[in-house]
């Protein structure tokens, strides 16, 4: 972008760097990590454009937010943030996902029901000007001033330089739906699409039993993915998420280790009506395609529920794991009947306007 102009659309936004502990040293800025739809916000003398992490525009999604953010925000400025719904227990991701739906009627009665928020955490411009050369520090400072008024739903993230304070942050607020900790290198400039920050999430492990895969690439050659099940306390049998966290050769040969169990394991398996099922029905199935798959073919082979793998997760996120695992190792000395949710660490609640208040 030219120095000094306002920047046109789309910008990618700066990314972040996967870090297992906050960094030491001085020279940074801390914040919570949103849990929401990255999202930058351009205001221009037509209104508020709200853009998506991949470009596309979210405007149509969100009026109650474009709304609002044409009202707060002065013209002649980009800032960079995150679009999230707030409910009862904090925020919450699966009701801003409902957000998404391609119609008009449904998602103005979801803007009034589910209504969502911004929370700003970078300036990209101000008056007309491109303002990313400068450094994330002075960036900060000009947001805090430019939203000195501002009046929820659109919030100012918390900042510290205090490693002490983030870490704090890291441990008390995923009880408000939150995921993490991000720390920005103080005075770097603003870059698109680069990995300039890092993130700071939970990792935990649980023992899960696996109940089916996926196939590698649409290819019947390799495993692309294994269905995760936890045991719930009526002892039913819940898909919680996915693991793929391997390499080709380990691919090739995990088809071949589960072969055995793909035998007659439709016939009693505790999915057997997901096999058939519509999507849209109200249980989250493991294969099924919708507005989130992208087209993506997300049949599954069923396996018996006999065996068992350690995971590694960050999140859970209702009753199933927010992201993609990554597989540590097997569990044979484990039987699948232990694999309960009852293992998982849950978070104390935190109240979210004590978040914003920090």
């Known amino acids: 972008m030219a120095a000094s102009t306002f920047p046109v659309p789309p910008i990618e936004p700066m990314l972040a760097k996967i870090a297992e502990e906050l960094p030491q040293g001085e020279g940074f800025l801390f914040e919570p990590k949103w849990d929401g739809f990255r999202a930058l916000v351009f205001r221009t003398a037509e209104g508020a454009l709200i853009q998506s992490r991949d470009g596309k525009p979210l405007n149509r999604y969100f009026p109650e937010l474009e709304k609002m ?28 996902q409902q957000r998404i739906h391609p119609a008009a009627s449904r998602i103005a009665r979801l803007a009034q029901e589910t209504p969502a928020g911004f929370v ?15 450094p994330q520090q002075e960036r900060r400072t000009r947001l805090e001033r430019l939203l000195g008024q501002a009046r929820p739903p659109l919030h100012l993230t918390p900042v510290t330089t205090d490693r002490a304070q983030a870490q704090d942050w890291l441990q008390r607020f995923e009880g408000a739906g939150l995921d993490g900790v991000m720390a920005k290198p103080a005075d770097a400039p603003y870059q698109p699409g680069k990995r300039a920050m890092f993130k700071i999430k939970h990792a935990r492990t649980a023992d899960c039993v696996v109940a089916g895969f996926r196939w590698y690439k649409d290819k019947q050659e390799a495993v692309g993915s294994l269905l995760l099940g936890l ?36 016939e009693n398996h505790p999915w057997r009506g997901w096999a ?19 087209g993506k073919d997300l049949s599954w082979e069923p396996l018996r ?32 009947q232990a694999c309960r949710y009852d293992q998982l660490e849950t978070s104390t609640p935190f109240e979210l306007a004590q978040v914003f208040g920090a």
């Open 69 to 96: 953010l044409a009202e707060q925000l002065p013209r002649g400025c980009v800032v960079d943030g995150e679009v999230v719904v707030a409910g009862p227990g904090g925020l919450d991701f699966d009701a801003l």
């Open 120 to 134: 700003a955490f970078d300036l990209l411009a101000a008056g007309g000007k491109d303002i990313t050369a400068l």
């Open 231 to 266: 045991y719930d306390d009526a002892g039913v049998l819940q898909h919680v998420g996915i693991t793929s966290s391997f390499t080709l050769a380990v691919r090739k040969q995990l088809l071949e280790e589960l072969g055995p169990l793909r035998e007659h394991a439709l």
């Open 276 to 294: 058939e099922a519509e999507v849209g029905d109200a249980e989250r199935m493991p294969g099924a395609k919708s507005r989130w798959s992208g």
């Open 305 to 336: 529920p006999e065996r068992v793998c350690e995971v590694r997760y960050d999140h859970l996120q209702g009753r199933r794991f927010r992201h993609a695992t990554t597989f540590l190792r097997w569990r044979d000395d484990k039987p699948p």
